[in-house]
């Protein structure tokens, strides 16, 4: 009997999105991994077993372990995002099942947004398909660290290495135009459970990793905590009681990096600086305190600062602009055309902004920019150039996923209507906000 201390701790977490076309077995695949990983509870696999035989099924449908909603388990389909927590003896995961409808496209985004890996299903029997080059986008798009080809249905196949060759190579080669990180293609069939969990016997042609040994011991990323210190403030604690009759703290969640007392801030935008004297946590004082931590920061100066501003090292802090340009996911309904008046919502604070120029849309068949599109349709990926009302502290999201990203949000109904990306988020390309001329927009 292995003794609790051989056993490694799961202390680190991960992160990670599905995502694919429709009826490439998403679903099937998270239910697999979650069955064959002893994570499922008793009680849930016997619901799912008894849904199965009253749809006439003989064997569990696994699907069903993430497809909640009952339009979902009606249609076969996946609508919603599902979350899910898991954990092996290795490792914790938080895992997003996104949809592959396209009219769904914008879950994908919402699962991705935060995910250090993205498992993308291929169908063995299509291959690549436009919706699959859609996701492979975004993924590159949002910056995910780490990229999975899951090449299911081999049995459909004859689980020959030829079709998953050919699909792996066709895949990399556009990854590697969006520049994508390496990509790591495995061969499996989620209906059978091969090479989720257990390495599969039809398939000794692979010699590679499984679903589940790939996800615990891929590398989790600890840029945020090296990263410049970000802190965007979300409330001011002034408690005016006779215990703390002076207290002042400002208090958020930190975005990137550290903060320690008797470190130089400053406070965005106004740029003011300070030191910090206290930092609060969890109703103790420390001396530092890091990514994600939720803290009260103690300042030096009676600064004037509120929710929406941003404290960061004053050696390292972002610039300070009304002009953004940023590659963009579009997801509303409603088209995005130059002209349009938007909220824009960073971090903790929404300004009003017009939107000033749309210089491209991306093909995804070639990915080649097509210039002034004129507008932007549901799902469209392309380059916009936005004027705010007021100035914001951003990031390029090449250097900080928290505080280089933002939304469109409609005005009139409060609707989201675009993700974005501050500056050219796809790697190779240039980053930055270019400020553009004022054009007679009147602020």
């Known amino acids: 009997m292995t003794s609790t201390t051989d056993r490694p701790a799961a202390t680190t977490l991960l992160r990670f999105a599905t995502a694919g076309s429709v009826d490439d077995g998403k679903s099937t695949l998270v239910g697999r991994l979650l069955h064959d990983s002893k994570s499922v509870l008793a009680d849930q696999l016997e619901a799912v077993e008894h849904a199965s035989r009253s749809r006439g099924q003989d064997a569990p449908d696994l699907a069903l372990l993430t497809d909640g909603l009952r339009a979902e388990r009606e249609q076969g389909i996946t609508i919603d995002v599902a979350h899910r927590y898991f954990a092996t ?19 994908m985004v919402t699962g991705a947004s935060t995910a250090e890996l993205t498992v993308i299903l291929v169908d063995a029997r299509n291959g690549v398909v436009e919706q699959t080059r859609r996701h492979a986008a975004i993924a590159a798009l949002l910056r995910v660290p780490h990229v999975v080809l899951a090449v299911n249905k081999m049995d459909l196949v004859g689980h020959r290495q030829d079709a998953f060759t050919a699909i792996a190579d066709a895949f990399t080669a556009y990854a590697t135009k969006l520049g994508l990180p390496q990509v790591t293609a495995i061969p499996v069939s989620a209906l059978n459970g091969d090479n989720v969990v257990e390495p599969s016997a039809h398939m000794d042609w692979y010699a590679g ?28 604690i002034r408690p005016q009681t006779p215990e703390h009759p002076d207290y002042r703290g400002y208090a958020g969640q930190i975005a990137a990096g550290s903060f320690r007392v008797g470190q130089e801030v400053t406070v965005l935008p106004s740029g003011r600086t300070t030191t910090i004297t206290g930092i609060d946590l969890l109703g ?6 890091v990514t994600p931590q939720s803290v009260a920061l103690r300042l030096a100066d009676q600064l004037d600062v509120s929710r929406g501003d941003l404290i ?54 070639d990915l080649s920019a097509h210039p002034a599109p004129g507008s932007l349709a549901a799902n469209d990926i392309g380059q916009v150039v936005i004027r705010t009302a007021e100035a914001l502290p951003i990031d390029p999201y090449a250097d900080s996923r928290r505080t280089g990203s933002f939304l469109l949000i409609d005005p009139a109904d409060g609707t989201t209507l675009t993700a974005a990306m501050a500056g050219h988020a796809f790697a190779g390309q240039a980053t930055g906000a270019p400020a553009r001329d004022d054009d007679g927009w009147d602020f």
């Open 209 to 236: 990793p499984t679903v589940l040994q790939h996800l615990e011991s891929v590398p989790v990323s600890d840029t945020p905590a090296q990263s410049p210190a970000r802190l965007p403030v979300q409330y001011v």
């Open 89 to 107: 003896a290795r490792r914790r995961f938080i895992l997003a099942d996104t949809p592959g409808h396209v009219q769904y496209t914008r879950n």
């Open 284 to 289: 103790e004082s420390v001396d530092a305190a």
């Open 312 to 365: 960061a090292p004053a050696a390292a802090a972002p610039a300070v602009t009304q002009d953004i340009e940023a590659t963009v996911c579009h997801v509303a309904d409603r088209p995005l055309a130059p002209g349009d008046r938007v909220l824009v919502k960073h971090a903790t604070r929404t300004v009003k902004a017009l939107v000033k120029d749309i210089p491209s849309r991306l093909a995804l068949d």
